[in-house]
C-alpha cells in the first residue's frame, strides 16, 4: 500500500518571501501521479498542481512549482512571493496510474501554512 | 457549472440517530469515492464506487454504508453513528480512466456526533 507523509503540520512565511513544503511518499509502483491540493477555511479542495511519475520536468502553475525526485520518492512544493491568500492547509496526494485502483487518493497529514504580512 | 454537491454542510446529531449525507454530481462521472478528515491523518477514503451498482470499500469503511442506484448520487449513510465518527467528510468524483486528472471535491459536510 500507498502512504504519503508530510513531516511539517506548521509553516509560516513573510509575504512576499518564498517557502518550501515537503513531501515524502512510499511505493513500490513505476507509474503514477502526485498532486499538491490547498484547503482554505472555506473547507474548500482546490487543485494546486500536478506531477506525472513519467515526466523528469517539474510541474510549474504560475508562484507553485514542485521539486520532484522520483528516486528520492520526494515531491516538494515551492510558493514564490508568498501572497495572504496562499495561507491554507496544505495536502499532498498520491494516486496509482493502474486502472483497478480507480481514482482513489492517498493523502498526507497536511502542513497549515501561516502567511504573515 | 460542472459541481459535487454535498448536503447537508453541517450536521449535529446524537450517537444511533441514523442520518445520510447526499452528493450529487452532474459531470456524468463513473467514479465517486468517499472521504474523511481528521486532524493530523489528512483524508483518508470510506467508500468508493465505480459505476452504478457497483461500491467497494476504502480505508476505513466501518460504520458507513453508501449505495449507487443512479450515477450523479452517492450518498452515504452512517446507520447508527458515534462519536467517533465526528469529522469533515468529503465526496468526490471523476472519470474513471483518466487518471491525471483532477478530483471533482464537494464543499464538505462538517458533522459532530454528541
Known amino acids: 500500500a500507498q502512504t504519503v507523509t508530510q513531516s511539517q503540520p506548521e509553516m509560516s512565511v513573510q509575504e512576499a518571501e518564498t517557502v518550501t513544503l515537503s513531501c515524502t511518499y512510499d511505493t513500490s509502483e513505476s507509474d503514477y501521479y502526485l498532486f499538491w491540493y490547498k484547503q482554505p477555511p472555506s473547507r474548500q479542495m482546490i487543485l494546486v498542481i500536478r506531477q506525472e511519475a513519467y515526466k523528469q520536468q517539474n510541474a510549474t502553475e504560475n508562484r507553485f512549482s514542485v521539486n520532484f525526485q522520483k528516486a528520492a520518492k520526494s515531491f516538494s512544493l515551492k510558493i514564490s512571493d508568498s501572497q495572504l491568500g496562499d495561507a491554507a492547509m496544505y495536502f499532498c496526494a498520491y494516486r496509482s496510474a493502474t486502472e483497478t485502483s480507480g481514482s482513489r487518493l492517498t493523502f498526507g497529514e497536511g502542513t497549515q501554512l501561516t502567511v504573515n504580512p | 457549472e460542472a459541481q459535487v454537491t454535498q448536503n447537508p454542510r453541517y450536521l449535529i446529531t446524537v450517537t444511533g440517530k441514523k442520518l445520510t449525507v447526499t452528493c450529487s454530481q452532474n459531470m456524468n462521472h463513473e467514479y465517486m469515492s468517499w472521504y474523511r478528515q481528521d486532524p493530523g491523518l489528512g483524508l483518508r477514503q470510506i467508500y468508493y464506487?465505480?459505476?452504478?451498482?457497483?461500491?467497494d470499500k476504502g480505508d476505513v469503511p466501518e460504520g458507513y454504508k453508501v449505495s449507487r442506484k443512479e450515477k450523479r448520487n452517492f450518498p452515504l449513510i452512517l446507520e447508527s453513528p458515534s462519536p467517533n465518527q465526528t469529522s469533515l467528510y468529503f465526496c468526490?468524483?471523476?472519470?474513471?480512466?483518466?487518471?491525471?486528472?483532477?478530483?471533482?471535491f464537494g464543499s464538505g459536510t462538517q458533522l459532530s456526533v454528541l
Open positions: 464506487s465505480m459505476n452504478v451498482e457497483v461500491t
Open positions: 468526490a468524483s471523476s472519470r474513471l480512466r483518466a487518471t491525471n486528472e483532477k478530483l471533482f
